[in-house]
């Protein structure tokens, strides 16, 4: 029988149980907010992550997209085994 052996939470499963035109709305969440948190734990406006980490995030957008599209259960939450 097998078991599970690691389980891991995405924060970002919202973007992939959303439509694309409601990404948009997220993204103006993101930028009203002045406390997002980092992988190494400090806190930054938008301004500041993208000033730090530039745009990468137009290329993983399409990525999952491309991923998801006409998939069926695309809406559900991920799986990664």
């Given at each position: 029988?097998?078991?599970i052996v690691l389980?891991?939470?995405?924060?970002?499963?919202?973007?992939?149980?959303?439509?694309?035109?409601?990404?948009?709305?997220?993204?103006?969440?993101?930028?009203?907010?002045?406390?997002?948190?980092?992988?190494?734990?400090?806190?930054?406006?938008?301004?500041?992550?993208?000033?730090?980490?530039?745009?990468?995030?137009?290329?993983?957008?399409?990525?999952?997209?491309?991923?998801?599209?006409?998939q069926p259960g695309?809406?559900?939450?991920?799986?990664?085994?």
């Open positions: 029988m097998a078991r389980g891991i939470g995405a924060s970002h499963s919202p973007l992939m149980a959303l439509e694309g035109k409601r990404w948009a709305e997220r993204a103006a969440d993101d930028r009203r907010n002045q406390r997002l948190n980092t992988s190494d734990c400090r806190y930054v406006s938008h301004d500041q992550l993208a000033a730090e980490t530039g745009s990468p995030w137009k290329a993983a957008s399409e990525t999952a997209r491309r991923a998801t599209v006409g695309a809406a559900d939450v991920p799986l990664i085994l």
